[in-house]
């Protein structure tokens, strides 16, 4: 049997946002209760998750990354406020949004889909994308998570610098169980 890897691409945070989301996880860790919190090392935006692969599809998923990079011009990213998926009584997943959807991230996903579709078969989900930070998973507590809530936590984080130019795709390996849980294989960069 083929050595397989569970594979997904994403765009990394640099260090000085992640620092500055970390600086606020104590405070929303204390006001919400999720009870998986993500390690601070694995944040980042999924582009497209692809799956358990083999090993041997890395030259051609690398291919499909440098292809769509080429295609698209560099750009920069703002984060935004707190934001869950899932009813406000058990939402499932507790996130960071972006200020503005930008089309050069528009682009970079669709072209990004387009080549691992034609290196890799890769088929890309057909629900709208929709960029985010996941901070947590599995919300426990009685009361709803309110937009409210999650809007008055995030007002001291957005005091802070929250922009960044992203450098490129990165391809990351999930190992499950492990902290942290992702670790970058490959890296596509942008033409400065």
Same mark, same amino acid.
């Given at each position: ?23 606020? @996880?104590?405070?929303?860790?204390? !006001? /919400? ?9 694995? +944040?980042?935006?999924? #582009? &497209? ?44 997943? @507790?996130?960071?949004?972006?200020? !503005? /959807? ?9 072209? +990004?889909?387009?080549? #691992? &579709? ?75």
């Amino acid at each position: 049997m083929a050595d397989n890897i569970r594979i997904f691409t994403a765009l990394s945070i640099p260090a000085n946002i992640s620092g500055q989301i970390v600086s606020h @996880l104590p405070d929303w860790q204390d !006001q /919400l209760s999720f009870q998986k919190w993500v390690d601070p090392r694995d +944040l980042h935006i999924t #582009l &497209h998750f692809i799956g358990d692969m083999p090993v041997s599809s890395i030259p051609a998923i690398q291919t499909a990354m440098q292809e769509a990079v080429s295609r698209t011009a560099s750009f920069s990213l703002e984060l935004s406020k707190l934001g869950s998926f899932g009813r406000e009584e058990r939402p499932s997943v @507790l996130w960071l949004g972006l200020k !503005q /959807l930008p089309a050069e991230l528009t682009r970079l996903h669709q072209s +990004l889909g387009q080549s #691992l &579709h034609s290196g890799i078969g890769y088929t890309p989900e057909t629900r709208p994308y929709r960029p985010h930070v996941t901070l947590a998973r599995k919300y426990s507590a009685d009361e709803p998570c309110t937009a409210e809530k999650l809007e008055k936590l995030s007002s001291p984080f957005l005091q802070h610098q929250t922009a960044f130019d992203i450098a490129g795709i990165t391809l990351y390996r999930t190992r499950l169980g492990e902290r942290p849980m992702y670790e970058p294989i490959a890296v596509a960069q942008f033409d400065k």
